[in-house]
């Protein structure tokens, strides 16, 4: 199996990637929030790997990092979602952000991604409630009520999901709700 790539980003082209080990050029598939991290084409990097073996084809996914290559992994065990959707779901959602909806049971943050209906969302939530890391569910349980509260007065207010979590990303971890809102609002404002 291989499990790592270390090499020169010889091209990339969302969600595909070109890497160049020692003159050997790996294809990955990417999730956008890898795809979005990479350095420029001729630079190195390292990205953690999953190789799917199938009847046809040798498919081989790369990630940034761990958490992303498990959760990746725990999607994939779930009957009905393939690497393709496990890559879409990662590309919509971040981990901490999975782990939050799963955690908050929130069928309608998974709903949003293309290619997730209903009742694959509602599945999803079930087979990944205790198998998800502890850890992820523990942070994204913590500070999670005054953030989904923040992220919740600004869907409210009609910003979008994806600007209402980068505004978020902008917060400290322990902000009161208040100053959470105004804090965020600032800083879509400019």
């Not at 499990?3 to 595909?16: D, F, M, N, V």
């Not at 958490?67 to 879409?88: H, K, N, V, Y």
């Not at 929130?106 to 599945?123: F, H, M």
């Amino acid at each position: 199996m291989i499990g790592r790539l270390t090499g020169t980003l010889a091209e990339k082209a969302p969600p595909q990637v070109l890497i160049d080990v020692g003159g050997v050029a790996y294809e990955l598939d990417v999730p956008m929030s890898t795809f979005y991290n990479l350095p420029a084409v001729g630079e190195r990097l390292t990205l953690l790997t999953h190789l799917v073996v199938r009847e046809d084809a040798h498919l081989l996914y790369g990630f940034g990092g761990s958490d992303e290559r498990a959760t990746f992994r725990q999607l994939i065990r779930i009957s009905g979602i393939g690497p393709r959707t496990a890559l879409a779901i990662l590309s919509g959602l971040s981990v901490p952000e999975l782990a939050q909806a799963v955690s908050r049971q929130e069928s309608a943050r998974l709903v949003k991604v293309p290619g997730i209906g209903k009742k694959t969302a509602e599945r999803l939530l079930l087979e990944l409630k205790d198998k998800l890391a502890p850890d992820l569910q523990g942070r994204a349980a913590a500070g999670s009520d005054a953030q989904g509260d923040v992220v919740q007065a600004l869907l409210a207010l009609g910003y979008n999901e994806r600007e209402a979590m980068a505004a978020l990303k902008a917060l400290p971890p322990d902000v009161a709700v208040s100053d959470g809102i105004k804090l965020a609002l600032r800083a879509l404002s400019r």
